[in-house]
């Protein structure tokens, strides 16, 4: 019974983040300017991508994306009211970046929990909770023409494998799969959030230092 309940929460945190990253990819879209095709697509790559990732690397497959149609339900019903909604939307401060922190911080402890499942030891699990909760938003700043999120100093990539390193370590001693999910959860959200509401981010390098060198370089 217990295994159950763990089942549907996982799931449900699964099928969340999906819905909320496939928003984020809709809203990037429609600001944008893509047809209603285009946003179609870029919530369900948003919505999708990490999780086809990490099934397809732990051997989950087929991927769940693509093995019900409850997925592609679930990214086609965000990306229509991301279209209905967008002024309401559009209001939110920083509205991409919120619904991805969100979404990132989902897929991040439940891409950890399912590695587990299928036998990963801890530090692959961790590292599959950061594949899945980065890949969706890498694929949609492609998709847009911009730079991966991930690639920028501001906690993305680090949130999630914080978040996912706290469900291994909850593994590891015992601690219940759910409280473990929701302490990584709440972690991961947290950090994301900061980095966007307070601009907490890793220490950058100093542009001056190599552009001078790079003049330095091309002069000689």
């Not at 984020?24 to 991508?49: E, T, W, Y």
Request: aromatic residues 10%; proline residues 4%; charged residues 15%.
């Amino acid at each position: 019974m217990e295994q159950k309940v763990i089942r549907v929460f996982l799931t449900g945190l699964d099928l969340g983040g999906t819905f909320v990253f496939a928003i984020s990819g809709a809203v990037a879209a429609v600001r944008h300017r893509l047809d209603v095709f285009g946003i179609a697509v870029l919530a369900f790559a948003a919505g999708n991508a990490g999780g086809i990732t990490r099934d397809l690397l732990i051997g989950a497959v087929p991927p769940a994306a693509v093995s019900t149609w409850v997925y592609v339900t679930i990214s086609m019903l965000a990306g229509l009211l991301a279209i209905f909604w967008y002024p309401l939307i559009k209001r939110l401060n920083h509205p991409v970046q919120t619904f991805d922190a969100i979404g990132l911080s989902f897929f991040a402890v439940v891409g950890a929990e399912k590695a587990l499942t299928y036998g990963l030891d801890p530090v692959m699990a961790a590292l599959m909770g950061m594949v899945t909760g980065i890949g969706g938003g890498m694929l949609r700043d492609i998709l847009v023409g911009e730079i991966p999120v991930v690639l920028r100093a501001d906690l993305y990539a680090v949130a999630a494998l914080a978040g996912a390193s706290v469900v291994v370590l909850g593994q590891t001693l015992g601690v219940s799969p759910v409280a473990s999910t929701l302490l990584g959860g709440i972690l991961c959200f947290t950090l994301r959030y900061g980095a966007i509401r307070f601009n907490w981010h890793l220490p950058k390098a100093r542009f001056g230092q190599f552009t001078d060198q790079t003049d330095d370089d091309t002069r000689n």
